[in-house]
């Protein structure tokens, strides 16, 4: 069973805009706290923005005004809406959610933004 799962990555111009969903199990999608990731080559994973305590939490300042994380509790499913995208947002993206004392990370999501 999977339990988190990251779609909606893909190749897009600079400008452009991207939706990223991360589905996740029933059980997992009663999570104390989620997040979505990126990671650039060659570069560390970074926190682009996370919820907690139901709450759109930390948005990563590169990314303020531009990304917005939203739930969809009926598709147990939470977003990442990405406008006005730049080359330097081009990393893989991963959803994490913590659940009963674990971390539960999917497998990212592609997003490479040409110049």
């Known amino acids: 069973q999977v339990d988190v799962l990251e779609s909606g990555g893909g190749l897009v111009q600079a400008g452009g805009s991207l939706r990223l969903s991360c589905e996740m199990s029933?059980?997992?999608?009663?999570?104390?706290?989620m997040g979505w990731y990126r990671q650039a080559p060659g570069k560390e994973r970074e926190l682009v923005v996370g919820?907690?305590?139901?709450?759109?939490?930390n948005y990563l300042d590169s990314v303020k005004g531009r990304f917005t994380i939203s739930k969809d509790n009926a598709k147990n499913t939470v977003y990442l809406q990405m406008n006005n995208l730049k080359p330097d947002d081009t990393a893989v993206y991963y959803c994490?959610?913590?659940?009963?004392?674990?971390?539960?990370w999917g497998q990212g999501t592609q997003v490479t933004v040409s110049s």
């Open positions: 994490m959610a913590s659940y009963s004392g674990h971390d539960n």
């Open positions: 029933k059980r997992v999608f009663n999570f104390k706290a």
């Open positions: 919820i907690a305590g139901g709450r759109a939490q």
